[in-house]
């Protein structure tokens, strides 16, 4: 029988459901590029999106000097020397799409090159169980949910599974979010801290939803929260961290024009005219539908085209339903770019972000919005849903602008079109506020502390 837990460590990087195949098969969601852009930069002319590229190495700590400051890097490396020889588990529930993934793929070859010996176990399940992960995550958001014995049996079975393969040997153990909440039940035969990183909004969860994982939750040593509005009452310790961006990723660091432009050109996509722009997974919370609806009434008044860029998660069975709405909702407009990406897409979304004359991101619910913290760091202005960790990062009228409406939303894309200098203040302000709060060096600080923290309860 087949190891269901598909583990990387080193590189920072599992290796389950990279493939095409099984990107389509496990999201539902086709790959149909749209044209098939030649990158310039590290990509050969001709790339076909289809075919996932070879990630580039990962970068080292030293060549964040450039962004952060060479004092920044000093403070990692002290926290982190009475760290060495600390051995750290990361398991979440999906190894491509989404932030999370984002995230550890660089949060762990850091902390390896720090020397806290870090691996990544990504947990699999049926579609069974992450469809009621999904609805889980649904539900916690705050929709209405029916929680049935057998969908509590399918999430315990498919954790039980995958707490029988894993192993729990390291000194501390993250789990991420609530789909592998559940191997808390490995902590009796584990001599590990465990600490329950949650992604999610949890400010408003379904009740039954959240009565069912709150015992799971209650047995970890600590929790980890996004924004301060989404603790719960909880007899463990609670912190905060915001997630982060690695701003020399493929998805965030700097491009040549020409590689953007030639991007554009392949979608067909005109740069000398307005680019509005909302990259997301095609998923309701993100209202991408929303959006299409604040573009029409904004459209007229002024021109713009808009580019709706996503994918599916590996973990999201939704994606080709919503995707469907969205292909609906647009029409046969011809200044509308329904971008059905693969998540091997990073250089082609920095693109188009870079490309974008504003940001959108219409969520009605959020996490935190990692889409948000791209398009500020590429100075764009950002228009979003006042949800989740976006007001976090987008404070009213000085680093974008916060919306709650499909009309609140076409308004301030009328507006920032038509105020270009007040629209190009938001976005240096925004690059500032991620450079100082949002960045990758910043998490890799919060958990140093955090790991100091839990091995001073062991070591008297
Ligand atoms: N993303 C991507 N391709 C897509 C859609 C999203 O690479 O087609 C990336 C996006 O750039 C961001 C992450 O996935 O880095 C989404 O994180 P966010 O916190 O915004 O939302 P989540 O998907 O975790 O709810």
């Not at 403070?75 to 020397?81: H, K, S």
């Not at 191997?183 to 408003?204: G, K, Y």
């Not at 965030?252 to 307005?274: A, T, Y």
């Not at 949800?387 to 976090?392: D, E, F, T």
């Amino acid at each position: 029988m087949m190891d269901p837990v598909k583990t990387r460590s080193e590189e920072g990087r599992p290796a389950e459901a990279d493939t095409p195949e099984a990107f389509s098969s496990r999201s539902g969601v086709s790959l149909q590029s749209p044209a098939t852009p030649a990158g310039a930069e590290s990509r050969k002319p001709g790339r076909n999106l289809d075919t996932p590229p070879i990630p580039p190495p990962p970068p080292h700590l030293d060549d964040y000097q450039s962004v952060v400051g060479g004092a920044d890097l000093d403070e990692l490396r002290f926290l982190a020397q009475q760290l060495k020889g600390k051995s750290l588990k990361m398991v979440n529930s999906t190894a491509v799409g989404g932030g999370v993934a984002e995230m550890l793929n660089r949060l762990v070859p850091l902390l390896n090159e720090l020397e806290v010996s870090t691996r990544w176990d990504v947990i699999t399940g049926g579609n069974d169980f992450f469809e009621i992960t999904k609805a889980f995550h649904n539900a916690l958001h705050g929709s209405s949910y029916q929680l049935t014995r057998q969908a509590r049996e399918i999430f315990l079975m498919y954790n039980e599974q995958n707490r029988q393969r894993m192993q729990f040997s390291e000194d501390v153990v993250v789990i991420h979010d609530p789909q592998p909440a559940a191997l808390i039940n490995a902590r009796d035969s584990s001599h590990a801290h465990w600490v329950w990183r949650c992604h999610i909004d949890l400010s408003n969860p379904h009740p039954e939803v959240w009565e069912f994982l709150r015992p799971f939750v209650e047995r970890y040593d600590a929790a980890v929260f996004s924004s301060q509005s989404f603790a719960r009452q909880l007899p463990i310790p609670q912190y905060l961290f915001y997630p982060c961006i690695d701003p020399l990723s493929e998805k965030n660091r700097e491009l040549e024009d020409s590689f953007v432009q030639k991007v554009c050109d392949d979608f067909g996509i005109d740069r000398r005219r307005p680019i509005v722009t909302q990259v997301s997974r095609f998923d309701r919370l993100k209202d991408p539908v929303g959006v299409v609806q604040a573009y029409r009434l904004a459209k007229k008044y002024v021109d713009c085209q808009l580019v709706l860029a996503g994918g599916g998660a590996s973990d999201d069975p939704e994606g080709a339903v919503v995707l469907q709405e969205v292909k609906e909702a647009a029409g046969d407009d011809h200044d509308v770019f329904i971008l059905d990406l693969p998540p091997w897409c990073a250089l082609e979304i920095n693109a188009l972000q870079h490309a974008s004359t504003l940001i959108v991101q219409k969520s009605i619910k959020e996490g935190f919005g990692l889409t948000v913290t791209e398009a500020l760091w590429k100075g764009k202005p950002t228009i979003a849903g006042a949800v989740g960790g976006i007001p976090n990062q987008i404070i009213q009228k000085l680093t974008g602008a916060l919306v709650h409406s499909v009309e609140g939303c076409a308004y301030q894309i009328r507006y920032l079109l038509t105020h270009p200098e007040f629209a190009r203040q938001l976005g240096k302000n925004g690059r500032e506020h991620v450079k100082e709060n949002f960045l990758i060096t910043t998490n890799v600080r919060r958990w140093l502390l955090l790991l100091r923290l839990l091995s001073q309860e062991t070591t008297p």
